[in-house]
Each structure stands twice: as C-alpha cells, then as structure tokens.
C-alpha cells in the first residue's frame, strides 16, 4: 500500500486497535497503515518494524515493505546496519490483556541464522551464522559451525570463523583466541587447545599456538587490575605489587572460564607474554618479538619499563633484567639464592651472598653493605645499613645521612620523620633539621602531620616552614 504524498507530509505512529492490532496513523487521526501486525515500532529515520505471526519486516513511511525476507528478529540499527534472524524454532505467544490494556503476541525462537542488513532493506551479510556479536565494536564476531570468526559494520569478513572459543576485545583492542579447546556437557575442559592474541584489525600479535597469553595480571583486595610500570614497589617477600581496579573484562561465549579470560585487563599495557611448557616469551602490543620463548625460562612482570628473567642453567637459576627502553639485557646473578626486586624509580634491590645493594638500570651497583631497605616514595627510599637509618634518591646518592637511630618508612611531602637518641625531628631532602623535637610523630598526608609532646597531640603544617597547630 502506498500512501499519499499529502498524508505522508504528516507525522506516521504506530496504533493498537481494541483488537490489539498495529496500524499506523497520521496526527490528524487518518489511519493510513490498517491495523493488522501483531507488533510495530515508531519509525525511526523513516524506518519501522512490523512482526505478524513471528515473522518481521521493515516499512518506510510510504507504507512499503523494504525488506525482501521475513524474520524472525530484527534489532536497531547501528551505523546504518541492523541485525536479523531467519529461521530457527518459533514458540508463539497468546494475546495477553493486562490491566485492561491488549499486549503484543510473545515469541522465542532458537536455532536461527543471523546476518546484517542495510537501510535499504539489501542483505549486505547473508544470514549463514548461529550467532553475531553487539555492533557498536570495531570487530563483530560470529559465528559459524561451532567455530568463530570476525566482521566489520559493513559485513566484510576479516577473520574466517577459524577459533573454537574468543575472549572479548579490552580498551587497547586486544582479544585472546583459542584453537582446539574442548568442554564436555558439564563444562568441564577436556581439552586446553592453544592461546593466542588479535588485535582490532583482525591481526594475529601472537599466534593461537600457545599454552596461555595474558599481560601479568595482578590480584589485591579482591580486585584483579594490570600493572602499572610506575606503580611497581619491592616488598619484603621479594614480589611487585601493582595497584588494581575492578576488571572489566568479560568472558564471551565461553562455557567455563579458563586462565585466560583474567589475562586480559582493561589497564593500559603494551606487552603481553606467552607460554609453552612452563617457558615464556613477550611481545609487544604490535606483535614485535621481545624476549623470545626460551626453555625454562621464567619472566615476571616489568616493572618501570625493567623485565625480570630467571632461567635454569646448569641446575643454577640465571637472573637477569631486560631494559625495555634500551632493548638491553642486565644479568645480575646465577645464585639459587639471589634475590633480585622489581625497578621502581630507576633503581632495583638486588640480595646477593648476604649482602643487600641497589643496582641502576645498567647494573651498576650504586649503593652496598644495606641491612634492609623500604618501599621508595616521592623517588626517596629510607634504607637501613646496621642500626642506622637514612635515605637515598633514585641515583642511589645518600640524600640523608644513615645517622638516625630509626626513622619512619616512607618519605611525604619532602620531609621524613627521623628519631636520634630520644627525639623525633623532621629533615628534609638536603638532610636539614626542618622541625622541633618531639616524642612522637607520624607521616605528612595531604601536607598535615600528627606530632606528640608530653603527652599532648598537635598538628605540622607542611610548608616552607613548619608550622604547628
């Protein structure tokens, strides 16, 4: 049925008659549409969906039928193309009546076949695929005979469907891909199949022909995030820590979640390992080759842009550092029992035949003969060599004498809190005394300070001077 062009100058809406029947009228009331679809839509862009009897099109405002087939879905549209259905198992609905009020005829449907068409009504992808992904990504997936594949919003294949399980894509662009796996009805993993990683070009950065891939996730407080190389500080159970936010990777499509779908955080990070026989490599975002796979070879997480390598040579475990700016290798040490910390503000604690040292990131050893070292802040690190206390910057030059009786932890604000003999002071980074004496003091935060004296509490200000409160 065409419509006038009088009529279609005017304003079209979807109507339900007492019948619970869709037409469509004009604003003065003109049915021009009659009604007889169990569902419509208002047009959108001049487009709206009619479904009869499970089955749906898409009108224009002249009243056509655009689209060729019939569905059994159709979705929105998303940069002028929409998802449809054909096909599948059909469970009609009953016409309900709610409050007086006629509902439309529900149905489900299993079994179909999906594909994209244009504003035109043109199948620009025909419906060959069990299932296809939300279109406002850069790749959609799909998928074919149990195996998966990608396209892009114009319905041109990228990636043949080729994997038997994908992840999602993360805020870099980065999916992991998986050949081989296999779960029995249970969901439990018969087969691990082989790892690898895609990027939003459909360009394989690491080939799925490994055991895992991931970016050295991170675990605290419950919450899974990524490293962050600025981020990194040495612990005294010799591991980096990372601050970590709510991952937002989901698992897409798979029936039990596997390593991998934790492997791949929304945190900004260009490297990406993987694995085979307890052995590991790393790539960049790109796909570049850093470190090669190895046998035996271990890499923990970068930490200010230093890698950390332990290898089992000759029954020894060879460590090393591998500077990701200069593409250099550090090697420190091939002790069973040498320690080596992760880098954080160009220094590295290093434990070796009983002795404690910071090496930089060339691996010269910048200071010795330490007997505990703290977490760095501000890029100050209190250290302690026997009994006394002091601190040292990111070169490794002693910035406040190791003169102190004990001193607080960290450095805040420029200051760090000292005690000599009874008193605790405040010197700041040229060792200078900045602040009385008092009996107790605790760390600047946010440029306040908490200080006792005989027994009565104030408070430091943070200034040029010290100010109390």
Same mark, same amino acid.
């Given at each position: 049925?065409?419509?006038?062009?009088?009529?279609?100058?005017?304003?079209?809406?979807?109507?339900?008659?007492?019948?619970?029947?869709?037409?469509?009228?004009?604003?003065?009331?003109?049915?021009?549409?009659?009604?007889?679809?169990?569902?419509?839509?208002?047009?959108?862009?001049?487009?709206?969906?009619?479904?009869?009897?499970?089955?749906?099109?898409?009108?224009?405002?002249?009243?056509?039928?655009?689209?060729?087939?019939?569905?059994?879905?159709?979705?929105?549209?998303?940069?002028?193309?929409?998802?449809?259905?054909?096909?599948?198992?059909?469970?009609?609905?009953?016409?309900?009546?709610?409050?007086?009020?006629?509902?439309?005829?529900?149905?489900?449907?299993?079994?179909?076949?999906?594909?994209?068409?244009?504003?035109?009504?043109?199948?620009?992808?025909?419906?060959?695929?069990?299932?296809?992904?939300?279109?406002?990504?850069?790749?959609? #997936?799909?998928?074919?005979? &149990?195996?998966? *594949?990608?396209? %892009?919003?114009? $319905? !041109?294949? @990228?990636?043949?469907? /080729?994997? =038997?399980?994908?992840?999602?894509?993360?805020?870099?662009?980065?999916?992991?891909?998986?050949?081989?796996?296999?779960?029995?009805?249970?969901?439990?993993?018969?087969?691990?199949?082989?790892?690898?990683?895609?990027?939003?070009?459909?360009?394989?950065?690491?080939?799925?022909?490994?055991?895992?891939?991931?970016?050295?996730?991170?675990?605290?407080?419950?919450?899974?995030?990524?490293?962050?190389?600025?981020?990194?500080?040495?612990?005294?159970?010799?591991?980096?820590?990372?601050?970590?936010?709510?991952?937002?990777?989901?698992?897409?499509?798979?029936?039990?979640?596997?390593?991998?779908?934790?492997?791949?955080?929304?945190?900004?990070?260009?490297?990406? #390992?993987?694995?085979?026989? &307890?052995?590991? *490599?790393?790539? %960049?975002?790109? $796909? !570049?080759? @850093?470190?090669?796979? /190895?046998? =035996?070879?271990?890499?923990?997480?970068?930490?200010?842009?230093?890698?950390?390598?332990?290898?089992?040579?000759?029954?020894?475990?060879?460590?090393?550092?591998?500077?990701?700016?200069?593409?250099?290798?550090?090697?420190?040490?091939?002790?069973?029992?040498?320690?080596?910390?992760?880098?954080?503000?160009?220094?590295?604690?290093?434990?070796?035949?009983?002795?404690?040292?910071?090496?930089?990131?060339?691996?010269?050893?910048?200071?010795?003969?330490?007997?505990?070292?703290?977490?760095?802040?501000?890029?100050?690190?209190?250290?302690?060599?026997?009994?006394?206390?002091?601190?040292?910057?990111?070169?490794?030059?002693?910035?406040?004498?190791?003169?102190?009786?004990?001193?607080?932890?960290?450095?805040?604000?420029?200051?760090?809190?000292?005690?000599?003999?009874?008193?605790?002071?405040?010197?700041?980074?040229?060792?200078?005394?900045?602040?009385?004496?008092?009996?107790?003091?605790?760390?600047?935060?946010?440029?306040?300070?908490?200080?006792?004296?005989?027994?009565?509490?104030?408070?430091?200000?943070?200034?040029?001077?010290?100010?109390?409160?």
């Amino acid at each position: 049925m065409l419509v006038s062009s009088s009529v279609q100058a005017q304003r079209l809406k979807a109507v339900q008659n007492e019948k619970g029947r869709y037409g469509f009228m004009t604003e003065d009331g003109t049915v021009v549409i009659k009604y007889k679809y169990d569902e419509a839509t208002p047009f959108k862009d001049g487009i709206a969906k009619i479904g009869k009897d499970g089955k749906y099109s898409l009108i224009n405002e002249d009243g056509e039928i655009i689209t060729k087939r019939k569905y059994t879905y159709i979705g929105e549209f998303y940069n002028g193309v929409c998802p449809v259905a054909e096909g599948g198992n059909t469970k009609k609905g009953v016409m309900l009546t709610t409050g007086g009020l006629i509902g439309n005829k529900a149905s489900s449907n299993t079994g179909e076949k999906w594909g994209l068409i244009d504003k035109t009504g043109k199948e620009i992808l025909k419906t060959d695929y069990e299932a296809m992904g939300d279109l406002n990504k850069k790749l959609i #997936y799909v998928l074919k005979g &149990k195996k998966f *594949g990608f396209i %892009d919003s114009a $319905g !041109n294949i @990228i990636v043949k469907p /080729t994997y =038997n399980f994908i992840g999602s894509f993360n805020n870099q662009g980065i999916c992991w891909v998986n050949i081989g796996g296999k779960y029995d009805k249970k969901n439990n993993m018969v087969s691990k199949g082989k790892f690898g990683l895609i990027n939003e070009n459909g360009r394989e950065i690491i080939p799925a022909k490994y055991e895992d891939v991931g970016n050295f996730p991170v675990l605290r407080d419950k919450k899974t995030g990524a490293l962050l190389d600025e981020a990194a500080f040495y612990t005294k159970a010799d591991q980096s820590a990372f601050p970590a936010t709510k991952q937002e990777i989901q698992s897409l499509l798979l029936p039990k979640p596997h390593a991998a779908e934790s492997q791949l955080s929304s945190s900004r990070v260009d490297y990406f #390992y993987f694995i085979n026989k &307890k052995s590991q *490599g790393l790539v %960049d975002i790109h $796909g !570049n080759t @850093i470190i090669p796979l /190895t046998a =035996n070879q271990a890499i923990l997480p970068p930490s200010d842009n230093m890698l950390r390598l332990a290898k089992v040579e000759k029954k020894q475990i060879a460590k090393a550092y591998y500077d990701l700016d200069a593409e250099v290798m550090v090697r420190i040490s091939s002790s069973e029992k040498g320690k080596f910390g992760a880098f954080s503000h160009n220094l590295a604690p290093v434990s070796l035949d009983d002795e404690l040292f910071f090496i930089d990131k060339k691996g010269n050893k910048v200071i010795g003969g330490l007997s505990k070292a703290f977490l760095s802040n501000e890029g100050y690190r209190v250290v302690q060599k026997g009994s006394a206390f002091g601190a040292i910057d990111s070169t490794g030059a002693v910035v406040i004498p190791i003169e102190y009786t004990n001193s607080l932890t960290s450095v805040n604000n420029g200051r760090l809190g000292v005690q000599k003999n009874a008193s605790w002071f405040y010197v700041d980074m040229k060792g200078q005394i900045v602040s009385d004496k008092y009996d107790r003091i605790g760390n600047f935060h946010q440029g306040y300070a908490s200080v006792c004296l005989n027994k009565l509490w104030g408070l430091l200000i943070c200034r040029t001077g010290l100010s109390f409160l």
